[in-house]
């Protein structure tokens, strides 16, 4: 938590950036908490980035480690990249959250506990022997103890509800009281619980009185002696709205199908931590969105092929074991040659692995999880807002290039929020495309031939079926070059191999931009997907050292742009940060023969600034020596 002006004479303490982190049992509604605050920053204006983490279980037994959830907001006056690698403020909602978090809180840090969870039964769930709050354990931070679940219930006396009903507005008096300390405002909130719990009154207005109460404790009480501010961030004019990924990439999608006037079909099943997008995609069907949740993940891609072959933006949305499962049809796709968007929101793996944990693992599976040689684009969006982008992206080489086309996001980013520009729909591309409507035959026969192609991007042309005229044969069997009969011929299946390859090989993407201030560095880190946001704030601290590091960050991870290998051959060192075990540094080594080194981590977490920031100064520093 850092301090820019000091204090104001009204006892508020001007800072630049804080760091906050609501903990407390899976049933605690911390995400919502969470959620609600993110979005009083948003539309105060600053600049914010969060990590929701949250149990896989359901409903994980209450009071125990592993149902600890937790929303971390991290949010400035300047431009930031993370959400933090640590909070300035935890608020621990009982005994699980305090002993699962504590650990991350700096020495210093502000410490908010709701004393009415400490009991004996609760502490003893989590091995406490004693209260932590009764002794010396916590002198090292700034402690705040607040009986939540009393003052809740004495804010609601009168309402109607009972005990238990009322304990559950905690959160509330906790979201209350943090937007107390850091002057968020309270029209938003207030108008969302009266939307979100229209049909049940009662239940909105004992919300809304939790959560004034919860202000006016921090008003009234002297247990806070002072309060924060922290200003609007200046960012590029504009409107802005907070947004996870998910909803940008669903928003994307809609985009696409409006830019390209086609319907677009969404073929699924839901996984976690895709599933939203679903969710999102089904409240659009007036810009022409179909959803169609399927049986299976077979059923679900099946069905979008299908719907792409008809003459619609087939897109297809999953995590790692559902792209396993639609890996056949994919492969499906690639010999079809038709346009087909699979979204893989990443998650820890192996197998079921962590459904709620993020993960970059999927990278390999992606560029080669099919039978034959299958070769498909992928693009991978760097954080919450680019994932409107980069579907769009996607869907511009799928409809231009005629291809299947994998999107790797993964669960920090899909889960994440930040400020997204809202674009001026004018100034998006343009993707409409031309179905064939003659016949092409070569040989002059009046036939159509589905696997003539374009000369410049290899792409064949796209017939919608019952056109009068463009009769023709598809299938997952090999087909002979331009005709489309079934072929055997190993001459033919030689060539169609190498005009699929050579089709995605020749994809036009933008070569490469570095990031080197100074000019002179000597180490470049390169990263893809939702490294970017720690490298940049690595690179922010290295810099502010004293060191020359120069960053680059790859989108396109097939094809790679054009000027990669002259890049990475132009520094000492190469560092590639994964949330995998070296899996895109394997490939650079093998394509480019440079002697790349990998910083990996598996452990369900993004990376944090601290850590990067330490192994790319060693780096440097040995590189100097």
Not at 17 to 36: E, H, K, P, Y
Not at 37 to 55: I, K, M, R, V
Not at 356 to 372: C, F, S
Not at 447 to 472: I, K, M, S
Request: glycine share 10%; proline share 7%.
């Amino acid at each position: 938590m850092s301090t820019t002006n000091g204090h104001r004479s009204d006892g508020t303490r001007k800072l630049n950036r804080v760091v906050i982190r609501f903990a407390g049992d899976s049933g605690d509604g911390m995400q919502l908490t969470g959620d609600r605050f993110t979005s009083e920053a948003a539309a105060f204006g600053n600049d914010l980035a969060t990590l929701p983490n949250f149990p896989a279980e359901i409903r994980a037994p209450a009071g125990t480690l592993p149902g600890v959830s937790s929303f971390q907001l991290h949010f400035a006056d300047y431009d930031i990249l993370t959400p933090g690698d640590r909070p300035d403020v935890l608020v621990a909602m009982n005994p699980a959250a305090l002993k699962a978090n504590i650990g991350d809180l700096p020495h210093g840090g502000i410490l908010i506990v709701n004393t009415d969870e400490f009991t004996k039964r609760n502490l003893s769930k989590v091995g406490y022997d004693s209260n932590p709050l009764d002794g010396d354990e916590l002198a090292r931070y700034s402690v705040h103890h607040v009986a939540m679940a009393t003052l809740t219930q004495g804010a609601l006396e009168g309402t109607g509800l009972g005990k238990k009903d009322a304990e559950r507005c905690k959160n509330m008096f906790a979201l209350g009281l943090l937007s107390w300390m850091y002057h968020r405002p309270t029209e938003g909130t207030e108008r969302f619980l009266r939307e979100k719990f229209a049909k049940k009154p009662q239940i909105a207005e004992a919300n809304l009185l939790a959560f004034r109460a919860g202000w006016n404790y921090g008003e009234t009480t002297e247990s806070f002696a002072v309060t924060y501010e922290v200003a609007p961030a200046k960012l590029p004019a504009g409107t802005y709205r907070q947004i996870t990924g998910n909803t940008a990439l669903a928003y994307g999608i809609v985009a696409a199908g409006q830019r390209s006037g086609l319907p677009v079909f969404l073929g699924t099943y839901p996984i976690t931590p895709a599933s939203d997008v679903l969710h999102e995609l089904a409240k659009h069907k007036n810009f022409g969105v179909t959803t169609f949740q399927a049986e299976d993940e077979i059923a679900g891609v099946g069905a979008a092929l299908g719907a792409s072959f008809g003459g619609s933006l087939g897109v297809t949305t999953t995590s790692g074991p559902g792209l396993a499962l639609k890996s056949e049809t994919i492969g499906l796709g690639v010999t079809l040659e038709l346009p087909l968007l699979v979204c893989d929101i990443q998650r820890g793996g192996p197998s079921t692995g962590l459904p709620t944990k993020t993960e970059q693992a999927d990278l390999l599976q992606a560029l080669y999880g099919r039978n034959g040689e299958s070769p498909v684009p992928v693009i991978a969006p760097c954080s919450p807002a680019d994932c409107f982008d980069a579907v769009l992206e996607a869907a511009r080489i799928a409809l231009t290039y005629r291809t299947p086309v994998v999107l790797l996001s993964d669960g920090a980013i899909a889960n994440g929020s930040e400020p997204w520009l809202i674009p001026d729909v004018d100034q998006l591309p343009d993707l409409r495309v031309q179905f064939a409507t003659e016949p092409n035959a070569l040989d002059g026969s009046g036939e159509f031939w589905p696997y003539v192609r374009d000369p410049e991007t290899l792409a064949r042309e796209w017939a919608v079926p019952g056109t009068p005229g463009l009769e023709h044969r598809v299938g997952g069997l090999e087909k002979a070059d331009g005709k489309g009969n079934i072929s055997y011929d190993p001459d033919n299946h030689d060539k169609m191999v190498r005009l699929r390859q050579a089709k995605i090989d020749g994809v036009r993407v933008p070569d490469i931009t570095v990031d080197d201030p100074d000019g002179d560095a000597r180490v470049l880190v390169l990263g893809w997907g939702s490294s970017f946001g720690p490298i940049g704030a690595a690179c922010r601290r290295v810099r502010g050292n004293g060191m020359s590091i120069a960053q680059a960050h790859l989108r396109n991870l097939n094809p790679m742009p054009g000027n990669l290998g002259d890049v990475l051959r132009s520094y000492d060192k190469v560092i590639v940060p994964e949330m995998n075990l070296g899996q895109l540094a394997m490939l650079l080594r093998a394509r480019y023969l440079v002697d790349v080194q990998s910083y990996t981590k598996v452990a369900g977490l993004p990376f944090q600034a601290e850590e990067l920031q330490n192994v790319l100064t060693d780096v440097v520093q040995g590189v100097s020596a």
